[in-house]
């Protein structure tokens, strides 16, 4: 089946820019991450949805990133008024369920470079 | 959060067997070893679990000896296609845990296969 999408691929944006970023999650499941992922370094936690409720934004590094899940599916991911130290690739997963521990399947990610 | 200590980076040879260790000497009771394995541009993809002794998939081996204190992946008859950034990864997966769900990625080690 298909896996997690995220859209777009590839974002350049000028410093002071609003973006969005898309993930399709793999239908039926529960759970949603975002993670930032700067070059050479691991990805790190961003936020966390379980269904369309906001259960964990503790990696949210600041009030200009702000993330959504209405439906309790698609999520979008938006940075207002980006800085260059925002770039970086912004990856999503999901699991099944809401269990600890459960596979996270990742998305291909969304390379941003702020300029 | 336990903290894993792993390799840089690796070099390896076609066809041979390669061993990754972790260290994570604050290993809690509760806490299960995972590795994730990533490929350039795309997001990180699961690999192994284990809690204690040997797992074996049809991808790798976890070995975590008595202390748990570390862990080693291997990875039998390693091709091109292997190169890769290894992570592993600690965390508490019980089902009464009621904290993050979220991965704690470190830097992870890359394996560079060479023909």
């Known amino acids: 089946g298909a896996g997690v999408s995220q859209s777009p691929r590839y974002k350049v944006a000028k410093r002071g820019q609003d973006v969005a970023l898309r993930c399709d999650p793999i239908s039926g499941h529960v759970s949603l991450f975002w993670y930032q992922q700067a070059l050479g370094q691991g990805p790190e936690f961003l936020t966390y949805?379980?269904?369309?409720?906001?259960?964990?934004k503790s990696g949210l590094p600041s009030d200009r990133f702000f993330a959504e899940r209405p439906e309790g599916s698609v999520s979008t991911l938006k940075i207002q008024r980006t800085q260059q130290e925002d770039s970086a690739v912004y990856l999503c997963?999901?699991?099944?369920?809401?269990?600890?521990?459960?596979?996270?399947?990742f998305g291909p990610g969304t390379r941003l470079l702020v300029l | 959060l336990a903290k894993t200590t792993q390799p840089i980076s690796m070099d390896s040879y076609e066809g041979q067997e390669v061993n990754i260790t972790c260290s994570h000497n604050n290993i809690a009771t509760n806490d299960y070893i995972t590795w994730y394995q990533q490929f350039p541009s795309q997001g990180p993809r699961f690999i192994i679990q284990?809690?204690?002794t040997k797992v074996t998939n049809e991808v790798a081996s976890l070995f975590i000896p008595a202390d748990r204190k570390s862990s080693t992946l291997s990875l039998p008859r390693v091709s091109l296609s292997d190169t890769a950034v290894y992570y592993c990864?600690?965390?508490?997966?019980?089902?009464?845990?009621?904290?993050?769900?979220?991965?704690?990625f470190g830097s992870g080690t890359r394996l560079q296969v060479q023909p």
């Open positions: 949805f379980q269904n369309e409720a906001q259960l964990d």
């Open positions: 997963a999901s699991s099944l369920g809401a269990s600890p521990g459960e596979t996270q399947y």
């Open positions: 284990g809690y204690k």
């Open positions: 990864l600690v965390g508490d997966i019980s089902t009464g845990n009621t904290g993050r769900r979220a991965l704690t």
